[in-house]
C-alpha cells in the first residue's frame, strides 16, 4: 500500500502562485509514474501534469509554461509549481502514483481557488 498526502492548496489571486506537495508513505518514485489531477465542480479529473520513474514529463496543453513538477527522491515528494493561476485553474487537485495501469494510488486531495 502507498499513502499519498497532498498540501499546499488555498486561495490565490489571479496572476499568483502555488507550490502544492504530495508526499508518498514510501520510495515509489524508482518504480512508479507520478502525476497531478484536477477536478472543477460538475466536470470530469483531468491529467494536468506528469512524471516519469525516469524523469520525463508531460504537461496538459492549458498549463504549459506555466505549472512544472518535480520530485525530490530523498523526501518521497512531488511538487507542482503553479504560476500566472488563473480563475479556471479553480478545482481540488490529486496526486497520483501509477504502476503502470497495474497499480494505482490517489491522495485525498487539495483545493485551489483562484479569485480576486
Known amino acids: 500500500q502507498v499513502q499519498l498526502v497532498e498540501s499546499g492548496g488555498g486561495l490565490v489571486q489571479p496572476g499568483g502562485s502555488l507550490r502544492l506537495s504530495c508526499a508518498a508513505s514510501?520510495?515509489?518514485?524508482?518504480?512508479?509514474?507520478m502525476g497531478w489531477y484536477r477536478q472543477a465542480p460538475g466536470k470530469q479529473r483531468d491529467l494536468v501534469a506528469s512524471?516519469?520513474?525516469?524523469?520525463?514529463?508531460k504537461y496538459a496543453d492549458t498549463v504549459k509554461g506555466r505549472f512544472t513538477i518535480s520530485r525530490v527522491n530523498a523526501k518521497n515528494t512531488v511538487y507542482l509549481q503553479m504560476n500566472a493561476l488563473k480563475p479556471e485553474d479553480t478545482a481540488v487537485y490529486y496526486c497520483n502514483a501509477d504502476l503502470l495501469g497495474i497499480r494505482n494510488y490517489w491522495g485525498q486531495g487539495t483545493q485551489v481557488t483562484v479569485s480576486s
Open positions: 514510501r520510495n515509489i518514485f524508482s518504480t512508479y509514474s
Open positions: 512524471i516519469t520513474t525516469g524523469g520525463g514529463t
